[in-house]
């Protein structure tokens, strides 16, 4: 064995190609890389290369919002108010305060208590919640779950809706959350807004409010601020004992801001005001005198048969976009909605009978004009902002003469003009010496024009109900219902029956 290893190693080498002393080709170094250069990265093959960063937004200031100073008027600019706040002012497009928000605005921003006499659409919304943010946002503290800083009571649905939307769009550029409550819908959706983040204002109806607390989901006892909003409506719909016992699981007066609102001003009302206040500072705007410099104002004298004739030909005479019909029943209501749409008009209910969901879908259809007429019983007079209603129309007269105040606001918001047209027939004329006492002056009434008493066209035919399983239970339950006749039942073979003793 040792023998063969050198014969094989001979061998090898007498073959070509295998030269023992061919040397090997160097093989080429590797080119030395530079090392990277720290201050200018180089971009790697296999990540994108970066964006170049966004140029940074301008920080707004107040010099994008220039309002010039007015004789008689009071700017926003005059009240201090925080940046995030005056920004929020800017983009509402708000440059002048209104005669409420410039006497009260100075007291509430001090902390003082206030009682005001106000309606809906004079401003009275934003004046609470612009008290609101700027003491939140100049005084922060530890946010907890279920104690809310500021409680805004109502007596509506609608109204509290109309409260959250105020308030979301003056609070955009604060960190300040609220939470509706009302009842009738969405317990689940509210609960669980309750639940799942600290809160710090929580609008709401007595009600469904006094629910969630019993369930320890809300606690009032660090309640820095208590809105009270149309105080003497809770009145008249029995909720004052309700929110009596909220507004005592409040602090003491002594330790809390408390802001009265009130359409009138009689002596229960200030009663309760003066029990829940502390040195309050007394508002009263007119707001009678406001409705009668912006909105113009008709009252027909016709019968209760050309009523809706009279009706109907002005809507379709003066083409009219959006206008709020009032009425006293809720069965009337439905009856003019379904008789004006066999006229062509795109009409809508708004009453107690309408379940919340719907009442928001018909707000909401109105707004977007998808329909032109909204028909509303006094469900509607208060908290609702609709922005370019042109007509409000009185089908019947209320029974109530302040209510008359509350409708016609609907229209000539803002400081922009309506017109308001009611209808008295044999009976609701002897509201109008009332609703003068009111107002504080006469208003203008005459006899229908021409166009008003024109023959209206043959309607168009109700619309036909879709058959459902009625006609065929019916027809089963006459079946059903036929005499059969008696059958003998038979006995299994083989079974006798048992004997009697």
């Not at 008689?72 to 929020?88: C, E, I, S, V, Y």
């Not at 983040?197 to 820095?224: M, Q, W």
């Not at 009185?394 to 509350?406: A, F, K, Q, T």
Request: net charge positive.
């Amino acid at each position: 064995m040792t023998l063969l290893k050198p014969l094989f190693r001979f061998l090898r080498n007498l073959l070509p190609g295998n030269d023992v002393n061919t040397p090997e080709p160097e093989t080429a170094a590797p080119p030395k890389q530079e090392a990277p250069n720290e201050k200018t990265p180089q971009p790697q093959p296999d990540q994108p290369a970066k964006r170049p960063p966004r140029p940074k937004k301008k920080r707004w200031s107040l010099e994008n919002f220039q309002v010039e100073p007015q004789e008689g008027k009071t700017r926003f600019h005059d009240l201090k108010l925080t940046m995030g706040l005056m920004h929020a002012v800017c983009d509402l497009k708000f440059q002048y305060c209104t005669d409420i928000q410039a006497k009260l605005l100075p007291h509430t921003l001090e902390g003082k208590d206030a009682t005001a006499k106000a309606q809906t659409g004079t401003g009275k919304s934003a004046t609470f919640i612009i008290t609101l943010i700027n003491k939140f946002t100049r005084k922060s503290i530890k946010r907890e779950k279920g104690f809310p800083r500021a409680l805004i009571l109502a007596p509506t649905r609608e109204l509290v809706h109309q409260i959250e939307k105020d308030f979301k769009g003056l609070a955009k550029f604060s960190h300040l959350r609220i939470v509706s409550v009302y009842g009738g819908t969405g317990y689940q959706k509210q609960q669980n807004m309750l639940t799942e983040k600290p809160v710090d204002v929580v609008a709401a109806t007595p009600g469904r409010l006094l629910d969630f607390i019993s369930k320890k989901l809300i606690n009032l006892s660090r309640v820095e601020i208590v809105v009270l909003d149309e105080a003497d409506r809770m009145l008249d719909m029995g909720f004052i004992p309700d929110v009596r016992r909220l507004v005592y699981m409040t602090p003491h007066k002594d330790k809390r801001q408390t802001l009265f609102f009130s359409a009138t001003l009689t002596d229960e009302v200030l009663r309760l005001a003066d029990s829940w206040t502390k040195d309050a500072v007394r508002i009263e705007i007119d707001p009678e005198q406001a409705a009668a410099d912006s909105i113009d104002q008709i009252v027909y004298l016709t019968t209760e048969d050309d009523k809706f004739k009279n009706v109907c030909n002005l809507l379709i005479s003066e083409k009219l976009e959006r206008v709020i019909i009032f009425v006293n029943r809720k069965d009337t209501a439905k009856y003019l909605s379904d008789k004006l749409s066999r006229y062509g008009q795109r009409a809508g209910v708004l009453s107690g009978d309408v379940s919340q969901d719907k009442r928001f879908r018909v707000l909401e259809n109105f707004k977007k004009g998808n329909i032109n007429v909204l028909v509303a019983t006094d469900v509607a007079a208060r908290g609702l902002h609709i922005k370019n209603i042109s007509h409000v129309v009185n089908y019947d007269l209320p029974i109530e003469p302040e209510h008359y105040i509350h409708r016609i606001g609907r229209t000539g918001r803002a400081g922009a003009t309506g017109t308001s047209i009611s209808f008295a027939d044999e009976m609701s004329s002897f509201q109008i010496p009332k609703i003068e006492e009111v107002l504080g002056h006469k208003v203008s009434c005459e006899y229908p024009t021409e166009a008003l008493e024109a023959p209206l066209p043959k309607p168009a035919p109700k619309p036909k109900k879709k058959p459902g399983r009625q006609g065929n239970n019916r027809g089963n339950r006459q079946r059903q219902n036929k005499k059969r006749p008696y059958r003998r039942r038979r006995r299994p073979q083989g079974k006798k029956s048992p004997k009697k003793d």
